[in-house]
């Protein structure tokens, strides 16, 4: 089991002291516009002075002065889509400048209901040939997708495995969420992140783990919500714990919850 951590270019040399063989990087909706190269050479030398493989989070959202919005790559508003792949590519450029391995990205597909899903999987189809980078990890949704502002809205697609075969050849594999596949249905279902793992396979490149409850609770620390984390137990790929507040007091929830996984072994 390779754990990591994430971090923000703010605190990433406090991140840096957990010793993990991995780190996340999470971008913030201003950050590729206004402090590239300052992300660029703080990641850059924690990479080379620790050892550090990176991997890039894209951002969840771009900022246009005034409002913010999902980078959404399955959006049916083209000017919107064509945003998602503009950020999306200055993530995979940050990519190209630390040497990260691969950028974990939403699909999008997120509306304020549910909506027949054929149209947003083809809108995704069409950004990922136009990016067309075999780094890129899609990332499985939760069926409730809480918005920045509160609000409750739906994700439609790449909830189930079987979306992500119609990418395979598009992207380098899957990031597989344990808290959203467990949050894929109301009640919550452990046998859904088995089936999600079983399914997914080798296709499964890198892994987010945290806890959850039940509806929309997501980014609980690990051990308590109602995941089952032993599903974790022989996975060879890189995880990193995404628990709420976990970079608050010098990383202390991220500490708490390495810990926990490391006693998984």
Not at 52 to 62: A, M, P, S
Not at 73 to 86: G, H, M, Y
Not at 238 to 248: A, F, L, R, T, Y
Request: charged share 30%; aromatic share 8%; hydrophobic share 40%.
């Amino acid at each position: 089991m390779k754990l990591g951590v994430k971090a923000h270019w703010k605190d990433a040399d406090i991140m840096a002291r957990f010793g993990t063989e991995l780190m996340e990087i999470h971008l913030e909706p201003r950050d590729l516009v206004e402090h590239m190269e300052k992300i660029v050479g703080i990641f850059s030398t924690i990479s080379d002075e620790h050892g550090i493989e990176l991997i890039v989070h894209n951002q969840e959202y771009w900022f246009d002065g005034k409002d913010y919005h999902l980078v959404d790559l399955a959006s049916l508003d083209e000017t919107k889509r064509q945003k998602a792949i503009e950020y999306t590519n200055k993530a995979l450029d940050l990519a190209d400048r630390v040497g990260a391995m691969y950028l974990v990205v939403h699909p999008g597909g997120i509306f304020p209901y549910k909506v027949d899903n054929e149209k947003p999987l083809a809108r995704l189809k069409e950004s990922l040939k136009d990016i067309h980078d075999d780094r890129i990890l899609l990332e499985n949704m939760p069926w409730i997708y809480i918005m920045r502002t509160g609000e409750i809205w739906r994700s439609n697609i790449c909830i189930e495995p079987v979306d992500f075969f119609e990418f395979s050849d598009l992207v380098g594999g899957v990031t597989l969420d344990i808290c959203h596949a467990f949050l894929a249905t109301k009640e919550g279902d452990n046998d859904h992140v088995l089936a999600m793992k079983k399914t997914l396979g080798k296709m499964i490149k890198h892994v987010h783990a945290s806890d959850a409850r039940p509806p929309h609770h997501e980014g609980l620390q690990i051990g308590e919500g109602l995941v089952n984390f032993e599903v974790l137990k022989d996975f060879q790929v890189g995880i990193i714990p995404e628990i709420i507040d976990g970079h608050k007091n010098e990383g202390e929830g991220f500490g708490i919850a390495l810990e926990r996984l490391k006693n998984l072994k």
